[in-house]
């Protein structure tokens, strides 16, 4: 149903998945029932996808054959779900010797479904029509809004139909899509400290030795760990709208025999972070560092 870009580390609709509406609408009203219950999902869609989801911000009142889920998307918006092919485009655009005998390009684009190869044509006749200086401007709008909007038109209309029969609000209406992102993945902003301020505590106070050494080398820890470690602890990267205030997080005692020379864990459905009683700040760091570090992998992703 989807493909998934190396580059931007983004998910987009597939174009050949032409027989799944409701698996798609089913996907819709999942990510807008997470939004409803205010509950952060690590979805990994590019920006455009918001843009799309909000075109337009309300359904058509009584019409089921109302276009939906098409943007104005430009190179920019290509760029950032498929950063390979945007560069290859601009520099099609920036390119200063005969774009028409040196690249031999017309209006048609090919890809491979299933070891077969599928041409397109951008216009009509395109496959007749070559592209020049004079038109590649054309031809680069057109590729982005086949392969953004016309391509996969079905499936994100079935998308667009399964969030939208959770989430329809006029409210909507005053939202930019980047907004909409926020409400869907959270917030990327750590304030660690705002953290700290909320976080209550089983089996130890927050004056305990093991937790000011904890505190000291969380907030000390470079943007790229604080994201591990959120990750580690609570399944997601990002923080609810509201900050890291709205947040429940709580830090347990695991005290067992030889439990200071493990590491520490984690229940992520509650939040929770399981913390042996470190003997220095040295250690913990060391331990949560690994631990942080090393909490995916093995061939599984």
């Known amino acids: 149903m989807f493909t998934y870009n190396e580059k931007s580390r983004t998910y987009w609709f597939s174009k050949t998945c032409m027989d799944n509406d409701s698996e798609f609408n089913l996907v819709g009203v999942l990510m807008g ?41 430009g190179l920019k918006d290509l760029m950032e779900a498929m950063p390979d092919l945007g560069r290859g485009l601009k520099e099609l ?23 077969e190869v599928i041409t397109h044509s951008l216009k009509p006749r395109g ?21 953004l909007n016309r391509s996969i038109y079905q499936q994100f209309a079935s998308f667009y139909h399964g969030f939208h029969s959770v989430c329809a609000s006029n409210a909507l209406i005053m939202l930019r899509p980047e907004e909409v992102e926020m409400l869907v993945c959270g917030n990327p ?27 000291d080398v969380v907030l000390s820890f470079s943007l790229d760990l604080k994201k591990k470690l959120l990750l580690f602890a609570t399944g997601s990267d990002r923080v609810p709208i509201g900050g890291m ?8 005692r695991m005290e067992v025999p030889n439990s200071t020379s493990m590491l520490p ?10 913390l042996p009683p470190y003997k220095s700040r040295k250690i913990l760091k060391q331990k949560l560092t690994i631990a942080i570090s090393n909490a995916e992998g093995f061939g599984i992703e």
């Open 265 to 274: 864990m984690a229940h992520t459905c509650f939040n929770q972070l399981c």
């Open 127 to 147: 496959d007749r029509i070559p592209v020049t200086k004079q038109n590649r401007q054309e031809y680069v709008n057109l590729y982005v809004d086949y392969l």
């Open 189 to 215: 902003e750590l304030d660690m400290d705002a953290l700290r301020k909320v976080t209550v505590y089983e089996g130890y106070t927050k004056n305990d030795p093991t937790v000011r050494y904890f505190w």
């Open 33 to 73: 029932l997470a939004v409803y219950n205010s509950i952060i999902l690590d979805i990994r869609f590019p920006p455009c996808c918001y843009k799309k989801l909000l075109s337009p911000a309300v359904v058509p009142f009584h019409d089921p054959h109302a276009t939906v889920g098409i943007a104005p998307l």
């Open 93 to 115: 655009l920036e390119y200063e010797g005969d774009v028409e005998e040196d690249l031999c390009q017309t209006f048609q684009i090919s890809y491979t479904v299933f070891g």
């Open 245 to 252: 205030g709205e947040m429940e997080f709580k830090i347990i």
